[in-house]
Antibody, heavy 125, light 106 residues
């Protein structure tokens, strides 16, 4: 059974850094792209970053709203994806979800098929 | 990043109604468009991929259409369990952005 477990959330002051980890199990982690999604209080879902599998270069891309401050990485030997968040702002307060991206051969679309339970990050002084 | 504009942001309807939610993208994404249903306290559920492919186990009252920049999610004969928030998501270019969501209330 697929499981994604986020850790590392908490209360942090503006301008500080925090790293979230996503520990995966139940599937061959290295074969999948991973994706981070956040949901601020009372707001909708926001896709903030994506990292390809090593087979597709292992490169990552972040949304414009966090580019230059957030980076995504992965350690396939440990089945962990990371979200490094620097220069945090109050507007980064949200629940951060780690998600698995699955490429569907039959229609050529990539979909999010599994979600973690989320990690709450509160940025406040 | 590809911008997603979803409308309406909220919608009130009754059991048995037919509702339509639209999603517009800032550039042509062909049919690289997914729809999710999100209920409080639960993980979002994939309903439709590639604009119109109904996922296994999803009731046939859900349907999707569109291509290019304009997409539609239609729910026929609303059931009580359909009241939730719906999101479109593009999967053409990462980061895979979402629409702002449509909250469907009774």
């Amino acid at each position: 059974e697929v499981h994604l477990v986020e850790s590392g959330g908490g209360l942090v002051q503006p301008g500080r850094s925090l790293r979230l980890s996503c520990t995966a199990s139940g599937f061959i982690f290295g074969e999948y792209a991973m994706n981070w999604v956040r949901q601020a209080p009372g707001k909708g879902l926001e896709g903030i970053g994506f990292i390809r599998s090593k087979n597709y270069g292992g490169t990552s891309v972040c949304a414009a709203s966090v580019k230059g401050r957030f980076t995504i990485s992965r350690d396939d030997s440990k089945s962990i994806a990371y979200l490094q968040m620097n220069s945090l702002k109050t507007e980064d307060t949200a629940v951060y979800y780690c998600t698995r991206v699955n490429y569907q051969d039959y229609d050529g679309n990539s979909v999010i098929d599994y979600w973690g339970q989320g990690a709450l990050v509160i940025v406040s002084s | 990043d590809i911008q997603m504009t979803q409308s309406p942001s909220s919608l009130s309807a009754s059991v048995g109604d037919r509702v339509t939610i639209t999603c517009r993208t800032s550039q042509n994404i062909y049919t690289y468009l997914n729809w999710y249903q999100h209920k409080p306290g639960k993980a979002p559920k994939l309903l439709i991929s590639a604009a119109s492919n109904l996922q296994s186990g999803v009731p046939s009252r859900f349907s999707g259409s569109g291509s290019g920049t304009d997409f539609t999610l239609t729910i026929n004969s609303l059931q009580p369990e359909d009241f939730a928030t719906y999101y479109c998501q593009q999967c053409y270019i990462p980061p895979y952005s979402f629409g702002q969501g449509t909250r469907l209330d009774i």
